[in-house]
Nanobody, 122 residues
Framework: VQLQASGGGLVQAGGSSRLSCVASGRVGSVDSMGWFRQAPGKEREFVAAISRSGGSAYRDSVKGRFTISRGSTKNTVYLEMNSLKPEDTAVYYC?????????????????WGQGTQVTVSS
């Protein structure tokens, strides 16, 4: 399974951005898909995830601002980010898991895409 992330870039505080991630290969083995982020000098942290059946979870600091969704084919996951803050600045990674349960630990995810930079200017 390969994950290809896109989107992000430079955004002003209060603005919006959308990330996309497309899974290819043996996509039938992927159930939950999610987003993690890593800021310089910090550990990779969970942002949001969604299962194939539509269940989702968010880290507290993004609830009400970010929305994760899945495309109709279930092979694409989106992260709509609104009311962005400078502290949201990080490299965002798409991840895929073979299980239905949504985990927040990165080691629970088997598949990873390349990171995409999101920079929020104040």
């Amino acid at each position: 399974v390969q994950l290809q992330a896109s989107g992000g870039g430079l955004v002003q505080a209060g603005g919006s951005s959308r990330l996309s991630c497309v899974a290819s290969g043996r996509v039938g083995s992927v159930d939950s898909m999610g987003w993690f982020r890593q800021a310089p000098g910090k550990e990779r942290e969970f942002v949001a995830a969604i299962s194939r059946s539509g269940g989702s979870a968010y880290r507290d600091s993004v609830k009400g601002r970010f929305t994760i969704s899945r495309g109709s084919t279930k092979n694409t996951v989106y992260l709509e980010m609104n009311s962005l803050k400078p502290e949201d600045t990080a490299v965002y990674y798409c991840a895929g898991s073979q299980v239905h349960i949504i985990y927040q630990q990165p080691e629970r995810y088997r598949y990873w895409g390349q990171g995409t930079q999101v920079t929020v200017s104040s």
